[in-house]
């Protein structure tokens, strides 16, 4: 049982820039972050494969997020630059042991509780 804990987040105008954290208790193969917004389904951000540090983004947030992580201290990082009012959600940060590249969120047997990211206009 893996247990992920979120940090982070907050409210930015648009074209600001916030980050987001997540500890992750043991180890993972691959993790991820997700969001959801109201009243639409949640959605893959970014995937790291997190023994080779390989990551891929979502069209949406390609140039602009930069996932990172530390892994001594089990540790998931997104950074988020030029936000926008569309990039508001609930991120979510994902793990699974032992597949990654997936995008749907039933791909991940672990999920945090989330933290909300709000851009205004």
């Known amino acids: 049982q893996i247990q992920l804990m979120e940090s982070g987040g907050g409210s930015v105008q648009a074209g600001g820039s916030l980050n987001v954290s997540c500890v992750a208790s043991?180890?993972?193969?691959?993790m991820g972050w997700f969001r959801q917004a109201p009243g639409k389904e949640r959605e893959g951000v970014v995937i790291?494969?997190?023994?080779?540090?390989?990551?891929q983004y979502a069209d949406a947030v390609k140039g602009r997020f930069t996932i990172s992580q530390d892994n001594a201290k089990n540790t998931l990082f997104l950074h988020m630059n030029s936000l926008k009012p569309e990039d508001t959600a609930q991120y979510y940060c994902?793990?699974?042991?032992?597949?990654?590249?997936?995008?749907?969120?039933?791909?991940?047997?672990?999920w945090g509780q989330g933290t909300q990211v709000t851009v205004s206009s």
């Open positions: 994902a793990a699974d042991y032992d597949k990654c590249g997936h995008w749907s969120p039933s791909a991940f047997s672990y």
């Open positions: 043991g180890y993972t193969y691959c």
């Open positions: 790291l494969w997190t023994v080779s540090g390989a990551a």
